[in-house]
Structure formats: structure tokens, C-alpha cells
């Protein structure tokens, strides 16, 4: 891990925010506006000062970062609560509340994994005065797995064993067995006040939930329901910043209104879910707005249901892949925004395989494959074999126009190929409730954050364990199984030091280009904007939301 | 008075009954659930969702689920919010005030200014003002409010720079004159298709007194025209916008869902689609409640208010 540690900051210095800035300028893709103009970087405020309204398209309602949310309530959490160590745009970890960040080089994880010693700051208050020590840290881990609470998410905590105190600043704990990913889990998993939840009989109502109370940059002010939220500088804060006075999230429920809303300048930064790709040309040309093409880590895909006997064959799946237009999907409909991929990792990461055979268009090659292959065109001219008619239906959510736009397109060229799909879209609750995690698909058009923040780890897609219509936990709806897969998978969650998981997740990465089981088709990018003047703003493909580092956002 | 008072609530109560029942079945047999929503999030299990639904209560048998909402409901607790955790009149409550004073402006102005072109479409009959008034009214009507609160955004924030494009006050500031200020846009988008809508009803409500006997003959015993016209034709004609305005009740406060989102008004209506597209059942089984006897409460007094002001009808 990184010796670099920032000086008593969660998010990067201000250098390195320029050397990133500097970067992706070069590559046309952040803020051209900003770079164009060659403004130079002002310095952040001696004292808080002025306010910065953040506009979301839903409405964040959940405030203890440990119950079921969404990713705009996790812009609340990063602004009032703290993680153990948190992730930068690099995918690196960076002290928080721990002083260093837990290493095998450091002796913080033991060789093998088992044993964790974390080291905690001794400057920490509680924006109610109360100073936070490790007991706080050990409440909140085992609070994650507390049977009575309806805890978020449990994976990785339910490996915690004999949590021991032994300092307000040091604590330490045994893992039940070696988990790689959980530096990543811990990086998003928020500090909550011991002294304030422990007494709670019941933790799922506590008054806690409603008005957090933490020891991140921003203190809870209020919450207008429907409306906004607001919150205020937290003057002790131990890290960089708060360099704002106050900062107010505002819930506008439409995207053409949040988008108006923010050319009339009522919002300073336009947040979740940002600016409608058919609005980019005309927005980079607003005066006074910075706004930018942002790559986030959700990718699409085709996704096959491997159960049904016309996705068996890998000479289908091949045709189907050489069959799609993945260029023209994505100028036409997708305004050129996002990049193809040829994997689901994304490609700001460190473990991300650039040397994957590239798409190739070509509907002569899928026809020589279903030819070779033995599929015989019917008398209806579909393709047949052994019974089965290469006929599908592919469904998505409904009412996603681009989508049902992409899944027209592919219907007409899998014609070419004497393919028959059928559409069948579905309401988003029906689409992505059983119907999704229990496999009762054909085919699907959807875009997945296969990630845990910058962990590699994706055994809960790809695990032949992880299949729930087969009794797995796990969202492989694919129901893929390929042994080579699992044991890689197992070999990669075993080790801690980056550079050898690298070998393994490239070699995943290789298998699951060459099975498809999904076409890969783009990585989602984003619009983002926000007026010039608000400084700091930065984006990181590792969180899932754009205020991850609002403490030290400022005016220039 | 007091026998009809009583059957009418006893009959009010069956149906209240027999709503919620079918309100909560509905909403419950609508595939998907409140955890559906947190599907695509990375990492998530179809293990770790029946966990979090059966901490929830939701894998227990629908009766079960529903008397357990009736009982609590009966002991006064209409249950919590899944989506912010707080009770649920709380948050209906949260949401009252912003409905009540967009929806109550707007319909007083489109009542009175409905009334004034209703009554001098009626009297005027065929005159330009008539026709204006009803090409106006269909156009009106024939307007989306979506689209028509854009364009005023559009002309009255982007370029002209008058009225704030949204949301009901500053944030930091809420003084009175700010209420009324970002009110104005909200209310007249509103009130355009209610004025269309209202003066229909009493041009026809006051054509069809005007050509009555009495009143040709309280014009020939000599009165006024003014007097004939407020003392005899008005108040006559009002007597089914009375009933009409009663209906209008619960619809002043479930809220205008289209202005209140293009306007940013955090009022009923928003919160109802927010409730249903979370699948917030506890939420949404209150609002449905709460308008139901809204609905109850509005047809009552319309009727007890018809027997006040039209001596003619006894109720019994």
C-alpha cells in the first residue's frame, strides 16, 4: 500500500488533485472548461466560508450508514461520518480515523490475513464533544452483524472474530479466514458513535437514524423533508477542510428540472444522476459551468442466462458477440459518451486487463460460427439445432428509451444472422427483483458496478457457489460455472499484496472474455458539472457518488 | 340531522375498511417489494435480501401482515416509513404544509377568477369575451403542465431573470415575501387549467338559472339588473359549485404531482409517486387512508353545506 500518507486528510492534497486534473485534461476527458481558461487554483479559506448546494435526482432519506440505502443517501455519510481509511481516484487507500493505513508491510495484516491491528488517531471528537476511541470502532463492527439490527450488508464483517481493544488508539481482531476484499469493505464502512447507539434498545428506530451524528467534516443541521438537507461545518474536524460553511443537498425529482435548475445556477454542482447525455453539447458551452465526461465504473452488458440450451454453446454466444454494432450503439445512441470494454473491470483500475481480443462487427463471421457450429436455418429462417430454435427474449427495465432503442438495433442484426429475439421489458421493481437475482431470464440488457470499491473481487457474480436460482448467496444470474474460475477466484481472495492478485484477476479477466458469458459491451460515462469557482470536485470511479471528498471542496 | 350524521359515518367507516384492504393487497400482490430497489447494488445477495425482508416482516403471509397494519393502526400507530425510518402521519405531516399552500392559493385564485369569466361568459353570451374565454379554456386544458411549467422557467428564470426557477423559499432565507415570491410561478401554472375547468361549470351552471322564470320575472317587477344578477342568478348558481368545490377537497391536498415536480414543491404528491416507487407500503397505505377520508369528509360537508345555503333541502 501507499507510504504516501496525506497529511491529516481523507481525500488527496491539492497537488494531487492538479496532477490527476492534469492527466485526464490531457486526455480530453475533466473539465475542459476549467483547463482551457487556465485559471489558476486558489487556496482554500482560512475559515469556513459560503455554501455549496449539491443537486440529486432521489431524495437521500437513510442516515445511519449501516441500514439498507441508496448511493445518493452515501453523500450524507461521506460528508458526516468517517471511514477507518478511506479510497482515492487511484484505488489507494488513505488514513481516516486509523493513523496508518493496515498493510502486511506495515505489520497491520498479518502474512497470512488473519490477524488485523489497526492503529486509530488520538484527535478524534464526535461532533458532540465526545472523544471517539476504539471502543467506537468495535461497536460499529459488531453492530454490522448484530442479528437484531437490519444491517446493510454483512459480507466480510461475519469473518470478524475476537475483537480486542487494546488502546483507545489500537484495536485489533482474527479473521475466520483470509478475505482479501475486506481492506475495500472497510473503506466504506463508516465509524458510528458507540455512546449514542449503544443505549438505543431498538437501533433500527433510534433517533440516531434521523439526525447522525459523527465525525466527518459536516455536522447535521436539519432535513426538510422532500426538499433538502443540510449541513454545517464541523470547525474540529481532524482531517483537511471543511472549507465550507454550510452545504445543502437538494432533492429535485426530474432530470430536465435538475438540469434547469442548474443552468439558472440555483445549484452549484450537479449531482446523481448528473446531466442527461442528450443535454452534453449544449451544456459544455454554458457560460460560467465547468462540465465534464466522467467515466464511471458501471458497465453494460448482453447477459446471458447459461441454463437455457440456446446459450450452451460458446459458438452462440461468439456469433451473438460478432453480430452486435458496438460502435454505432454507442455514436448514435449513447452520443459517443461512453468507452468500450472488453471486460467488466473498469479501466481506471489497477487490475484491469487492457490485452483482451478486441470486438470484431462482422456478421459473415457469426454466420461461418453458426454455420460451423451446426445451426441449421429452419424453414422460417431461424436457426435450429437438435430441437432448439435460436430464439430468445432479452428483457430490460421499461422505460429506459436508449435501451429499447439498443435492443431494436440488436433485434435487427441478430436477424442478419438468422437469430430471432424477442423484446419483453419489464417495471424496474419486477425487472430486477426474482425475476433477475433468480435467473428467470433469457437474456438481459443491463449495466453493473461488478466492484467492490477498488477490490477486484468479483466471486459473488462469477462463483459457481454464488448462483441463487441454483441455492447459492450470490448474484451470478448468468448461473456461470467454470471450476478454473472458482479456484482463481479463491486464490485471488487469499492474497493481500496488489501486485501478485494482479496476475490472477487478468487471467480471470481472460477466461471470461474468451466464455462470454455476457457481452461486454461499454463502460457508462457520466456528465458531470458544476459552476466554476467551486473547487475541489473531483471524480473517483471507486465510491459511488461525487461529494466523496466534499470536506474540502471551496470556493475560488 | 344527528340520524343522518350518524349513518353517514357508520356507512363512511365500511368503506374506509373495505379500502384498505383492497389498497393493501393491491400494493402488495404488485411484484417487486421495497428491497428490489437495492438489487443492482454491487455486492449484493439474494441471502442477504430474505435477511433484511424477514428482520422487515415482509416474508410473513399477507393476512398476517395486514391485520398486524390494522391492529397497530387501530391503537393509533399507522406504522414507520421504509424509506426514512420515521412514522408515517410524521412524515405526511412533513409534506401537509407545502401542499396546503400551493394547492390553496392556486385554487382560491382559480376559484375566483373561474367564477368572474364564468358568470360574464354566461351573461354576455356570444360576445367576444365568451368566445375568448372558451378557446382559452380548451387551450388551457390542452396544455401539459409539465410543458407549460418548463416554458415559464424557461422565459421567466433563464432569460428574463424575474421569478426563481423552483422550490418553495431560499434555502437560509424563508422570510415571508420569499415564500411568496417563488409561490407565484407554481401558482398561476396551476390555476391556468383550473380556471379553464371552473369557468365552464358556472357559465353553464349560471346559463342554466338565468333563462329561470323567476328570474325574467324579478326583471320585469323592475330590479336591478345587479341586483337580479347577485341576489338571484349568482347565489343560484353556485349552489352546484358547492358540491363541485366539496369534491375538490381531497384533491387540494394529495397535491398537483406534475407542479410540484417540475417546481421542486416538496408536497403531497411527490412524496405519493416517491412512496410507491420505493414501494414505501406503510407510507402509501397512509396516504391512501388519509385521502380516502379526505374524500369521505369533503363529500359530507359539500352535502351539509348544499342544506345550509339552499333552504329548500332537508336532510334526514
Same mark, same amino acid.
Given at each position: 500500500?501507499?507510504?504516501?500518507?496525506?497529511?491529516?486528510?481523507?481525500?488527496?492534497?491539492?497537488?494531487?488533485?492538479?496532477?490527476?486534473?492534469?492527466?485526464?485534461?490531457?486526455?480530453?476527458?475533466?473539465?475542459?472548461?476549467?483547463?482551457?481558461?487556465?485559471?489558476?487554483?486558489?487556496?482554500?479559506?482560512?475559515?469556513?466560508?459560503?455554501?455549496?448546494?449539491?443537486?440529486?435526482?432521489q431524495e437521500?432519506t437513510?442516515?445511519?450508514?449501516?441500514?439498507?440505502?441508496?448511493?445518493?443517501?452515501?453523500?450524507?455519510?461521506?460528508?458526516?461520518?468517517?471511514?477507518?481509511?478511506?479510497?482515492?481516484?487511484?484505488?489507494?487507500?488513505?488514513?481516516?480515523?486509523?493513523? +496508518?493505513?493496515?498493510?502486511?508491510?506495515?505489520?497491520?495484516?498479518?502474512?497470512?490475513?488473519?490477524?488485523?491491528?489497526?492503529?486509530?488517531?488520538?484527535?478524534?471528537?464526535?461532533?458532540?464533544?465526545?472523544?471517539?476511541?476504539?471502543?467506537?470502532?468495535?461497536?460499529?463492527?459488531?453492530?454490522?452483524?448484530?442479528?437484531?439490527?437490519?444491517?446493510?450488508?454483512?459480507?466480510?464483517?461475519?469473518?470478524?472474530?475476537?475483537?480486542?481493544?487494546?488502546?483507545?488508539?489500537?484495536?485489533?481482531?482474527?479473521? +475466520?479466514?483470509?478475505?482479501?476484499?475486506?481492506?475495500?469493505?472497510?473503506?466504506?464502512?463508516?465509524?458510528?458513535?458507540?455512546?449514542?447507539? +449503544?443505549?438505543?434498545?431498538?437501533?433500527?428506530n433510534?433517533?440516531?437514524?434521523n439526525?447522525?451524528?459523527?465525525?466527518?467534516?459536516?455536522?447535521?443541521?436539519?432535513r426538510v423533508a422532500g426538499d433538502h438537507?443540510?449541513?454545517?461545518?464541523?470547525?474540529?474536524?481532524?482531517?483537511?477542510?471543511?472549507?465550507?460553511?454550510?452545504?445543502?443537498?437538494?432533492y429535485i425529482p426530474d432530470?430536465?428540472v435538475?438540469?434547469?435548475?442548474?443552468?439558472?445556477?440555483?445549484?452549484?454542482?450537479?449531482?446523481?444522476?448528473?446531466?442527461?447525455?442528450?443535454?452534453?453539447?449544449?451544456?459544455?458551452?454554458?457560460?460560467?459551468?465547468?462540465?465534464?465526461?466522467?467515466?464511471?465504473?458501471?458497465?453494460?452488458?448482453?447477459?446471458?442466462?447459461?441454463?437455457?440450451?440456446?446459450?450452451?454453446?460458446?459458438?452462440?454466444?461468439?456469433?451473438?458477440?460478432?453480430?452486435?454494432?458496438?460502435?454505432?450503439?454507442?455514436?448514435?445512441?449513447?452520443?459517443?459518451?461512453?468507452?468500450?470494454?472488453?471486460?467488466?473491470?473498469?479501466?481506471?483500475?489497477?487490475?484491469?486487463?487492457?490485452?483482451?481480443?478486441?470486438?470484431?462487427?462482422?456478421?459473415?463471421?457469426?454466420?461461418?460460427?453458426?454455420?460451423?457450429?451446426?445451426?441449421?436455418?429452419?424453414?422460417?429462417?431461424?436457426?435450429?439445432?437438435?430441437?432448439?430454435?435460436?430464439?430468445?427474449?432479452?428483457?430490460?427495465?421499461a422505460g429506459?428509451?436508449?435501451?429499447?432503442?439498443?435492443?431494436?438495433? =440488436?433485434?435487427?442484426?441478430?436477424?442478419?444472422?438468422?437469430?430471432?429475439?424477442?423484446?419483453?421489458?419489464?417495471p424496474p421493481a419486477v =425487472?430486477?427483483?426474482?425475476?433477475? =437475482? =433468480?435467473?428467470?431470464?433469457?437474456?438481459?440488457?443491463?449495466?453493473?458496478?461488478?466492484?467492490?470499491?477498488?477490490?477486484?473481487?468479483?466471486?459473488?457474480?462469477?462463483?459457481?457457489?454464488?448462483?441463487?436460482?441454483?441455492?447459492?448467496?450470490?448474484?451470478?444470474?448468468?448461473?456461470?460455472?467454470?471450476?478454473?474460475?472458482?479456484?482463481?477466484?479463491? +486464490?485471488?481472495?487469499?492474497?493481500?499484496?496488489?501486485?501478485?492478485?494482479?496476475?490472477?484477476?487478468?487471467?480471470?479477466?481472460?477466461?471470461?472474455?474468451?466464455?462470454?458469458?455476457?457481452?461486454?459491451?461499454?463502460?457508462?460515462?457520466?456528465?458531470?458539472?458544476?459552476?466554476?469557482?467551486?473547487?475541489?470536485?473531483?471524480?473517483?470511479?471507486?465510491?459511488?457518488?461525487?461529494?466523496?471528498?466534499?470536506?474540502?471542496?471551496?470556493?475560488? | 340531522m344527528l340520524r343522518y350524521l350518524l349513518a353517514r359515518l357508520w356507512q363512511s367507516l365500511v368503506l374506509l375498511l373495505l379500502v384498505s384492504i383492497i389498497g393493501f393487497a393491491v400494493l402488495n400482490l404488485a411484484p417487486g417489494g421495497p428491497l428490489s430497489q437495492?438489487?443492482?447494488?454491487?455486492?449484493?445477495?439474494?441471502?442477504?435480501?430474505?435477511?433484511?425482508?424477514?428482520?422487515m416482516g415482509l416474508?410473513r403471509p399477507l393476512p398476517v401482515q395486514y391485520l398486524d397494519w390494522f391492529w397497530n393502526l387501530l391503537q393509533g400507530d399507522w406504522g414507520r416509513s421504509y424509506r426514512d425510518n420515521r412514522p408515517v402521519l410524521e412524515v405526511i405531516g412533513g409534506h401537509l404544509f407545502a401542499t396546503l399552500l400551493l394547492m390553496g392559493s392556486s385554487t382560491a385564485l382559480s376559484i375566483a377568477i373561474g367564477t368572474w369569466v364564468g358568470v360574464?361568459g354566461a351573461?354576455?353570451?356570444?360576445?367576444?369575451?365568451?368566445?375568448?374565454a372558451t &378557446?382559452g379554456a380548451m387551450v388551457a386544458l390542452s396544455i401539459p403542465t409539465f410543458w407549460f411549467g418548463l &416554458?415559464a422557467?424557461?422565459?421567466?428564470?433563464?432569460?428574463?431573470?424575474?421569478?426563481?426557477?423552483g422550490n418553495m423559499y431560499?434555502?437560509?432565507?424563508?422570510?415571508?415575501?420569499?415564500y411568496a415570491?417563488h409561490l407565484i410561478m407554481p401558482t398561476v401554472v396551476l390555476a391556468l387549467v383550473n380556471v379553464a375547468v371552473w369557468s365552464r361549470y358556472m357559465r353553464t351552471a349560471t346559463l342554466d338559472v338565468?333563462?329561470?322564470?323567476? &328570474?325574467?320575472?324579478?326583471?320585469?317587477?323592475?330590479?336591478?339588473?345587479?341586483? &337580479?344578477?347577485?341576489?338571484?342568478v349568482i347565489r343560484n348558481a353556485l349552489l352546484p359549485m358547492i358540491t363541485l368545490a366539496g369534491l375538490q377537497i381531497p384533491t387540494i391536498l394529495s397535491g398537483a404531482l406534475v407542479t410540484e415536480t417540475v417546481f421542486t414543491w416538496p408536497g403531497m404528491g411527490r412524496l405519493f409517486l416517491d412512496s410507491l416507487g420505493y414501494n414505501d407500503y406503510p407510507v402509501v397505505m397512509g396516504l391512501l387512508m388519509f385521502s380516502a377520508i379526505l374524500v369521505l369528509i369533503g363529500n359530507l360537508l359539500a352535502d351539509l353545506l348544499v342544506a345550509v345555503a339552499d333552504p329548500r333541502i332537508r336532510l334526514g
Amino acid at each position: 500500500m501507499s507510504k504516501k500518507t496525506v497529511k491529516g486528510g481523507v481525500g488527496p492534497t491539492r497537488r494531487q488533485a492538479l496532477t490527476m486534473m492534469g492527466l485526464a485534461g490531457a486526455s480530453g476527458l475533466v473539465m475542459p472548461g476549467l483547463l482551457g481558461k487556465g485559471q489558476a487554483f486558489a487556496a482554500p479559506p482560512d475559515k469556513p466560508t459560503g455554501q455549496v448546494i449539491i443537486g440529486f435526482s432521489q431524495e437521500p432519506t437513510v442516515f445511519n450508514p449501516h441500514m439498507p440505502h441508496i448511493e445518493v443517501d452515501e453523500g450524507i455519510h461521506f460528508s458526516v461520518f468517517d471511514p477507518l481509511f478511506a479510497v482515492n481516484p487511484e484505488g489507494k487507500f488513505t488514513p481516516a480515523l486509523a493513523a +496508518e493505513v493496515p498493510t502486511v508491510a506495515n505489520g497491520g495484516i498479518s502474512e497470512d490475513g488473519l490477524n488485523w491491528r489497526v492503529k486509530l488517531r488520538d484527535d478524534v471528537t464526535w461532533h458532540d464533544g465526545t472523544p471517539f476511541t476504539a471502543e467506537d470502532v468495535k461497536f460499529t463492527l459488531e453492530l454490522l452483524v448484530d442479528p437484531q439490527f437490519r444491517s446493510w450488508r454483512r459480507t466480510g464483517h461475519d469473518l470478524v472474530r475476537d475483537i480486542e481493544v487494546v488502546s483507545p488508539t489500537e484495536i485489533t481482531w482474527r479473521m +475466520e479466514k483470509p478475505y482479501a476484499p475486506y481492506p475495500s469493505i472497510l473503506a466504506a464502512t463508516f465509524i458510528v458513535p458507540k455512546h449514542i447507539l +449503544e443505549p438505543e434498545a431498538d437501533r433500527n428506530n433510534a433517533p440516531f437514524n434521523n439526525a447522525p451524528v459523527g465525525t466527518g467534516p459536516f455536522k447535521w443541521v436539519e432535513r426538510v423533508a422532500g426538499d433538502h438537507i443540510e449541513l454545517a461545518a464541523n470547525d474540529d474536524y481532524f482531517g483537511e477542510g471543511p472549507y465550507l460553511e454550510r452545504l445543502i443537498y437538494k432533492y429535485i425529482p426530474d432530470l430536465t428540472v435538475l438540469y434547469t435548475q442548474f443552468k439558472t445556477g440555483d445549484i452549484d454542482v450537479i449531482g446523481l444522476q448528473w446531466i442527461t447525455p442528450d443535454h452534453y453539447e449544449e451544456a459544455k458551452e454554458l457560460p460560467g459551468k465547468a462540465v465534464a465526461v466522467v467515466p464511471s465504473a458501471t458497465v453494460e452488458s448482453v447477459t446471458f442466462n447459461m441454463e437455457r440450451p440456446q446459450f450452451k454453446d460458446l459458438a452462440v454466444r461468439q456469433a451473438l458477440y460478432h453480430a452486435i454494432d458496438k460502435e454505432t450503439i454507442i455514436d448514435a445512441l449513447y452520443y459517443g459518451l461512453p468507452a468500450p470494454t472488453e471486460t467488466y473491470m473498469p479501466q481506471q483500475s489497477f487490475y484491469y486487463n487492457p490485452d483482451l481480443p478486441k470486438h470484431d462487427y462482422s456478421i459473415e463471421k457469426a454466420n461461418a460460427l453458426l454455420d460451423e457450429a451446426g445451426w441449421m436455418p429452419g424453414d422460417d429462417g431461424i436457426r435450429e439445432k437438435d430441437g432448439v430454435r435460436l430464439s430468445f427474449s432479452n428483457s430490460t427495465t421499461a422505460g429506459n428509451h436508449i435501451r429499447e432503442q439498443v435492443q431494436q438495433f =440488436m433485434q435487427q442484426s441478430f436477424k442478419e444472422i438468422g437469430v430471432e429475439m424477442t423484446i419483453s421489458n419489464l417495471p424496474p421493481a419486477v =425487472m430486477w427483483g426474482e425475476y433477475w =437475482m =433468480m435467473s428467470q431470464f433469457d437474456s438481459v440488457v443491463v449495466g453493473i458496478n461488478f466492484l467492490t470499491g477498488a477490490d477486484p473481487d468479483t466471486s459473488d457474480y462469477f462463483r459457481s457457489t454464488s448462483i441463487a436460482a441454483q441455492g447459492g448467496a450470490g448474484q451470478n444470474t448468468w448461473q456461470y460455472a467454470n471450476p478454473e474460475v472458482d479456484e482463481l477466484l479463491a +486464490e485471488g481472495g487469499r492474497l493481500f499484496v496488489p501486485e501478485k492478485r494482479k496476475e490472477v484477476y487478468l487471467k480471470i479477466q481472460e477466461i471470461m472474455r474468451h466464455d462470454l458469458p455476457f457481452l461486454p459491451m461499454f463502460q457508462y460515462a457520466t456528465v458531470r458539472g458544476h459552476k466554476e469557482g467551486v473547487e475541489g470536485v473531483t471524480p473517483n470511479v471507486n465510491v459511488r457518488i461525487d461529494s466523496w471528498n466534499v470536506g474540502t471542496w471551496h470556493w475560488a | 340531522m344527528l340520524r343522518y350524521l350518524l349513518a353517514r359515518l357508520w356507512q363512511s367507516l365500511v368503506l374506509l375498511l373495505l379500502v384498505s384492504i383492497i389498497g393493501f393487497a393491491v400494493l402488495n400482490l404488485a411484484p417487486g417489494g421495497p428491497l428490489s430497489q437495492y438489487a443492482l447494488t454491487p455486492g449484493m445477495t439474494q441471502a442477504e435480501l430474505e435477511r433484511i425482508a424477514h428482520q422487515m416482516g415482509l416474508d410473513r403471509p399477507l393476512p398476517v401482515q395486514y391485520l398486524d397494519w390494522f391492529w397497530n393502526l387501530l391503537q393509533g400507530d399507522w406504522g414507520r416509513s421504509y424509506r426514512d425510518n420515521r412514522p408515517v402521519l410524521e412524515v405526511i405531516g412533513g409534506h401537509l404544509f407545502a401542499t396546503l399552500l400551493l394547492m390553496g392559493s392556486s385554487t382560491a385564485l382559480s376559484i375566483a377568477i373561474g367564477t368572474w369569466v364564468g358568470v360574464k361568459g354566461a351573461t354576455k353570451r356570444y360576445s367576444m369575451f365568451d368566445y375568448a374565454a372558451t &378557446v382559452g379554456a380548451m387551450v388551457a386544458l390542452s396544455i401539459p403542465t409539465f410543458w407549460f411549467g418548463l &416554458v415559464a422557467i424557461y422565459l421567466f428564470s433563464l432569460k428574463l431573470g424575474w421569478l426563481p426557477a423552483g422550490n418553495m423559499y431560499t434555502i437560509g432565507d424563508g422570510s415571508l415575501g420569499d415564500y411568496a415570491i417563488h409561490l407565484i410561478m407554481p401558482t398561476v401554472v396551476l390555476a391556468l387549467v383550473n380556471v379553464a375547468v371552473w369557468s365552464r361549470y358556472m357559465r353553464t351552471a349560471t346559463l342554466d338559472v338565468i333563462n329561470q322564470d323567476f &328570474v325574467r320575472t324579478a326583471k320585469a317587477k323592475g330590479l336591478a339588473w345587479r341586483r &337580479v344578477l347577485f341576489k338571484h342568478v349568482i347565489r343560484n348558481a353556485l349552489l352546484p359549485m358547492i358540491t363541485l368545490a366539496g369534491l375538490q377537497i381531497p384533491t387540494i391536498l394529495s397535491g398537483a404531482l406534475v407542479t410540484e415536480t417540475v417546481f421542486t414543491w416538496p408536497g403531497m404528491g411527490r412524496l405519493f409517486l416517491d412512496s410507491l416507487g420505493y414501494n414505501d407500503y406503510p407510507v402509501v397505505m397512509g396516504l391512501l387512508m388519509f385521502s380516502a377520508i379526505l374524500v369521505l369528509i369533503g363529500n359530507l360537508l359539500a352535502d351539509l353545506l348544499v342544506a345550509v345555503a339552499d333552504p329548500r333541502i332537508r336532510l334526514g
